[in-house]
């Protein structure tokens, strides 16, 4: 996945001029779930539409549960969150608000999970999940400039029969997503849980990335690796917990989309200073920053990059080298990639 351009030399840059070079310079986001940026003001304004009842007096009363103490806690809200989407225009203003937030970013690429059992599990057809998406995306490369596409995520809760199942009924709608991916409750759901149904997608030739090692062990990352052949981890980082692991990710530059903000309210770090980014830059590995679920923690890319940064100390360097890990471990074609690189390299040199 290595794009074979030149390493650009970073010039120093001052620390009171880093957050205007995070803010505007070009980014891909790699990890985002499209149903954990709807803001709870789109979540009462659908349910409002669709005849839906919330069990939240109003936005507020929402926004004050959004207090998380791991992945499930959240999981049960967000899955909550999402019964207000029933018809192809929810999910086209869903996909569309999170775009023009991402082209605020200055997000130039933007790889985006949907979780379509959650909706079929409610009656939505499979049809009108990914048409709504689908048509967000093309609108957004045509009017913000971002070039976004989708990635199926399985459920891992659910049994890979019904990973099976939700396959058939996306495959009539094979070239409006590029991937598949693996979420929800990671604990007690490893990847080889999904292992012929991932080894059916890699004949179709879909992209393949996994959630592994964000609550789980390193030894989920094995498997997403080994027994799933993921191109990517999503999170990935109690991979410093295993050496060989960390040697392993290093050599074959396997991406990791590592969301702070997330990490920080899912309590996988206690603070954003004792976050491992820096650790896992420094070993070597393709990490990258992405936001996960914006609307639920507190954040969008640029968000994420601020905090991150402030708590932690980066400097102008890393910042090159995660929003470049960004573009290279995207699945975007090579000259795309070699296009928001040179933008990235253009970038830093007025910085
Ligand atoms: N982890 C697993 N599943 C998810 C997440 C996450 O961070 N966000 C939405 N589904
Ligand atoms: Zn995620």
């Known amino acids: 996945m290595s794009v074979s351009v030149p390493p650009f030399s970073v010039p120093p840059v001052a620390a009171d001029r880093l957050p205007a070079l995070l803010r505007a310079m070009p980014k891909a986001e790699l990890h985002i779930h499209i149903e954990g940026s709807l803001e709870p003001e789109l979540i009462f304004a659908l349910a409002q539409r669709n005849g839906v009842a919330l069990p939240y007096a109003d936005v507020e009363s929402l926004r004050r549960a959004y207090a998380f103490t791991n992945l499930q806690s959240f999981l049960d809200i967000y899955y909550a969150g999402a019964s207000v989407l029933l018809a192809e225009q929810d999910f086209h203003d869903m996909a569309w608000a999170y775009l023009q937030r991402a082209a605020a970013d200055n997000v130039l690429r933007a790889e985006i999970f949907f979780d379509p059992q959650t909706h079929t599990a409610r009656g939505v057809a499979m049809e009108t999940v990914v048409n709504g998406l689908h048509s967000a995306c093309r609108a957004a490369r045509a009017q913000l400039g971002v070039d976004a596409e989708l990635i199926l995520c399985f459920l891992r809760h659910l049994s890979e029969e019904e990973a099976f199942k939700t396959l058939e009924q996306a495959l009539p709608l094979r070239d409006k997503f590029i991937g598949v991916g693996l979420d929800s409750s990671e604990l007690g759901h490893p990847p080889e849980k999904f292992a012929r149904v991932f080894a059916r997608c890699r004949e179709l030739g879909l992209h393949l990335v996994a959630h592994a ?110 929003a470049r890990n960004g573009f290279e471990g995207s699945f975007a074609g090579e000259s795309e990639r070699r296009r928001c690189i040179d933008r990235l390299d253009e970038a830093f040199a007025l910085s």
Not at 270 to 294: K, M
Request: net charge negative; charged share 20%.
């Open 213 to 322: 090692g964000e609550e789980g062990p390193p030894a989920y990352i094995w498997s997403a690796l080994d027994v799933l052949k993921v191109e990517r981890i999503d999170h990935g980082v109690q991979a410093l917990q295993d050496p060989a692991l960390v040697r392993r990710l290093a050599a074959e530059r396997i991406p990791l989309t590592v969301c702070p903000l997330s990490n920080l309210k899912l309590c996988v770090f206690p603070s954003l200073a004792e976050h491992n980014l820096v650790r896992l830059l420094d070993a070597g590995l393709a990490a990258t920053v992405n936001s996960d679920d914006p609307a639920y923690f507190g954040g969008y890319m640029n968000d994420n990059f601020l905090q991150t940064f402030a708590a932690t100390g980066m400097d102008a360097g890393h910042a090159y080298r995660l």
